[in-house]
């Protein structure tokens, strides 16, 4: 008698949309629900401190939503991924506001914080990834080295360090802070 293999039941975007309030933080890739451990309080931090000077700029202009709390998104290639920092441009909200649901696409901007136990490699690669699904820009926050990787279509990742301003490009016209503000 020889020993049955059993498949694995891979699930697509609207599956996993459906029972994703039932589980911990997790993202889809390829068809599998991949579990994320919780943050660590500086990651939260950051994050929050990330998504209040987004705030502060991007509401008194009317130009878009900033979610945070890994607001899931459906990408072109059926994957769901969690950026940590999430801005939709106003004209991509719905009149009625964003959805109960996932984002139905990559946010114009996505920021990573990037966690210790964080490879390098995989870390440009769900930048690239996010890049080539539709964001307009990608940024990657590494407490550890307190630099701010800038992502951008078609253009060369810049590295920003302490005393360096980031600034919104096309996706944030007009928006600046240093790089300190971040790890205050």
């Known amino acids: 008698m020889s020993p049955t293999a059993t498949q694995e039941r891979l699930i697509t975007a609207d599956e ?12 889809l890739i390829d068809g599998r629900i991949i579990e994320m451990s919780p943050t660590g309080a ?4 950051i994050e929050a401190w990330i998504a209040a000077i987004l705030l502060v700029y991007v509401k008194p202009r009317n130009l878009g939503d900033v ?13 769901v ?21 996932f984002w139905p696409f990559a946010p114009d901007l996505a920021v990573e914080v990037v966690s210790p136990d964080d490879c ?4 440009r690669d769900k930048a690239n990834e996010w890049i ?23 253009t060369t990742p810049r590295v ?7 600034e919104g490009g096309s ?14």
């Not at 500086?42 to 931090?45: E, L, P, Q, V």
């Not at 950026?83 to 909200?93: I, K, Q």
């Not at 390098?120 to 870390?123: D, Y």
């Not at 920003?160 to 980031?166: A, K, R, S, Y």
């Open 16 to 27: 996993f949309e459906r029972i994703a309030h039932r589980l911990g933080h997790s993202e």
């Open 42 to 45: 500086k990651h939260g931090t």
């Open 67 to 79: 979610g945070t709390g890994e607001v899931g998104c459906k990408l072109p290639n059926g994957r």
């Open 81 to 101: 991924r969690a950026p940590d920092v999430a801005f939709v441009r106003a004209e991509r909200v719905p009149p009625d506001g964003p959805p109960d649901g």
């Open 120 to 123: 390098p490699r995989e870390v």
């Open 132 to 154: 080539a699904a539709g964001s307009q820009a990608v940024w990657t926050v590494d407490p550890a080295s307190r630099t701010v990787t800038v992502y951008a279509l078609a």
């Open 160 to 166: 920003l360090g302490i005393g360096e301003t980031l």
């Open 171 to 184: 996706v944030l016209p007009g928006f600046a802070c240093l790089v300190d503000q971040i790890f205050a």
